[in-house]
C-alpha cells in the first residue's frame, strides 16, 4: 500500500483516539501556576513569508519538502520552511489570499469569532484550501475547542499529509488531553518531514522518557 495511505490509516486511528479522550465540548486546561513554562503553542507560519516559486506548485513542494529533510543548518532550514508555507498560501487564489488578510487582522485584534466565520466562508468558497482549515484549526486551539481543531487538522491532513504544522498542533491537542504515547507519534511524524523544526524536538525527548516507562 502507499505511503498517504498508511499515513492517513494512521491519523484515523489517532483522530477517534482523541475524540473519544475528549468531552463533546473540550473544557479549557488548569492554568499553570505562576513561573511554570509557557505551554507549547501551534506552528504557525512566519508574519513575512517570501512569495511563492515559480513553476508547478506541486513538483516545488517536492523539491522543498526533500530538502528540508537534509537541510543542513537552522536559518537553511527556515528558509525552506518559508517557501513552503508561502507555496500553501498561493494555493487559495487572489479571492482567499484577500480575506486571509483579513483573517490575520482580526487575529492580531483577539476577534477569534470573526477570524473563524472569514475562515469559513473561504473553505466554503474554497475547499482545497488547506491553509484556511490550518488556520481554523490554530483558532480552535486557542479557544480550547479541540473537537474543532481535531476536525480541521484531520481535512488539513487529508489533503496534505505532509504538513508538519498539522501533524505538530495534533501532537500538542493529545499531549493536552493526555494521551502522551499518541502525541509521541504525531511529534515525531512531524519531525519526519521537518527534522529541525523548533521544540519539537525536546518535547519528543520528554514525552519519550515518560512513555517509555509505561507498559505499553
Known amino acids: 500500500m502507499s505511503d498517504r495511505f498508511h499515513t492517513l490509516l494512521a491519523f484515523t486511528v489517532i483522530a477517534l483516539a482523541v475524540t473519544l479522550a475528549a468531552p463533546s465540548q473540550a473544557q479549557a486546561p488548569e492554568l499553570a501556576p505562576p513561573g511554570a513554562a509557557e505551554p507549547p503553542q501551534p506552528v504557525e507560519p512566519p508574519k513575512d513569508i517570501p512569495r ?124 493536552d488531553v493526555g494521551d502522551e504515547r499518541r502525541a509521541l507519534v504525531a511529534f515525531r511524524r512531524a519531525v519526519e518531514l521537518y527534522p529541525r523544526m523548533e521544540k519539537i524536538p525536546d518535547l519528543i525527548k520528554r514525552l519519550t522518557e515518560t512513555v517509555d516507562g509505561r507498559d505499553l
Do not use: C
Open 52 to 175: 511563492a516559486q515559480r513553476g508547478d506548485p506541486t513538483r516545488n513542494l517536492d523539491r522543498l519538502f526533500s530538502a528540508l529533510r537534509v537541510a543542513p543548518t537552522n536559518e537553511s532550514a527556515k528558509y525552506i520552511e518559508g517557501n513552503i508555507w508561502a507555496a500553501w498560501a498561493a494555493q487559495g487564489g487572489d479571492t482567499a489570499t484577500l480575506l486571509m488578510t483579513r483573517v490575520r487582522t482580526a487575529t492580531e485584534q483577539k476577534d477569534f469569532d470573526l477570524a473563524i466565520k472569514l475562515l469559513t466562508a473561504i473553505i466554503d468558497i474554497k475547499p482545497d484550501y488547506i491553509e484556511a482549515w490550518n488556520r481554523r484549526a490554530t483558532l480552535y486551539f486557542h479557544k480550547r475547542d479541540y473537537v474543532s481543531a481535531m476536525a480541521d487538522l484531520r481535512a488539513v491532513l487529508i489533503r496534505e499529509p505532509r504538513h508538519f504544522g498539522a501533524w505538530a498542533g495534533l501532537g500538542m491537542i493529545l499531549n
